[in-house]
């Protein structure tokens, strides 16, 4: 295959791996398609499989500082290239990594900036990914409110969108501030649909939230006790994505 078609082609594997939990995988494809893309000269491409690439280094947190910098160096060439989408690509990962280390004003500074440009450029897609990152950074905050709100807003953004992927993966990020709000139960229940949601498409966790999702699990669990949180968890999960998410939205 010429390298012009076979950059492209890992590139979009090695995205497929790394959405799938196949991390490592995902590297390895990404790796090579961004050298392919270095070699023949191509620096949009090259920006585009360097952040993607980036964005591994949620799983490898005693190396993440290069991994940063890998995003750093995509959203340089994306800025040189004029191209908003990629810088929008950029920041979000960015805030993804800054996020995953705890280090919650960089990371709501990018996501601010992702905000910023996907609004320009029309990604509504992206904008409803920007408002569950937004929403994680004010429940770490304490700002339970605010943090249920935000991310109740990215839901509804995607349900708009049609976009099952995203009602799955974010039905999770209600369960944290729904729990601190002091309904456990839905927060387990809501857990449990958004397992089963993404069950269905044949989809995990992104990495950085994952890590909110253990943590949200622990915490209802333990405040739950063992028996009452299977029970809700069970009930959740039969839930279609739809009826989950009519049931997260209700009364708001």
């Known amino acids: ?5 076979l950059s492209g082609v890992l590139l979009t594997a090695g995205n497929l791996a790394h959405n799938m939990g196949d991390v490592q995988t995902g590297e390895i494809l990404l790796r090579r398609s961004y050298e392919l893309y270095r070699q023949t000269g191509d620096e949009s491409g090259a920006a585009w499989a360097l952040s993607s690439l980036a964005i591994s280094g949620i799983s490898y947190p005693e190396a993440i500082d290069s991994y ?23 920041y979000n990962i960015i805030g993804e990594l800054t996020r995953s ?30 408002y569950g990152g937004l929403g994680l950074i004010a429940y770490h905050r304490g700002q339970y409110q605010l943090a249920l709100e935000l991310t109740q807003r990215g839901l509804r953004l995607f349900r708009e969108l049609g976009t099952s992927y995203g009602l799955a ?36 966790q992104q990495p950085a939230d994952q890590i909110e999702f253990d943590k949200f699990q622990l915490f209802v669990r333990q405040a739950m006790g063992e028996e009452a949180y299977q029970k809700a968890w069970q009930e959740g999960h039969k839930l279609s994505i739809e009826e989950a998410l009519d049931y997260a939205l209700e009364n708001q």
């Open 1 to 5: 295959m010429p390298p012009e078609l």
């Open 68 to 90: 940063i910098e890998m995003a750093q160096e995509s959203l340089e060439l994306f800025r040189k290239l004029g191209d908003q989408p990629g810088m929008a690509q950029a």
């Open 101 to 130: 280390i705890e280090d919650f004003d960089a990371a709501q500074h990018y996501y601010d900036e992702c905000l910023r440009l996907v609004r320009i450029t029309g990604e509504r897609m992206r904008e409803a990914m920007q």
């Open 169 to 204: 993966m974010g039905l999770s990020g209600l369960a944290g501030p729904i729990a601190r709000l002091g309904d456990l139960e839905k927060a387990a229940r809501l857990l449990g649909a958004s397992t089963a949601g993404m069950d269905s498409l044949g989809i995990t």
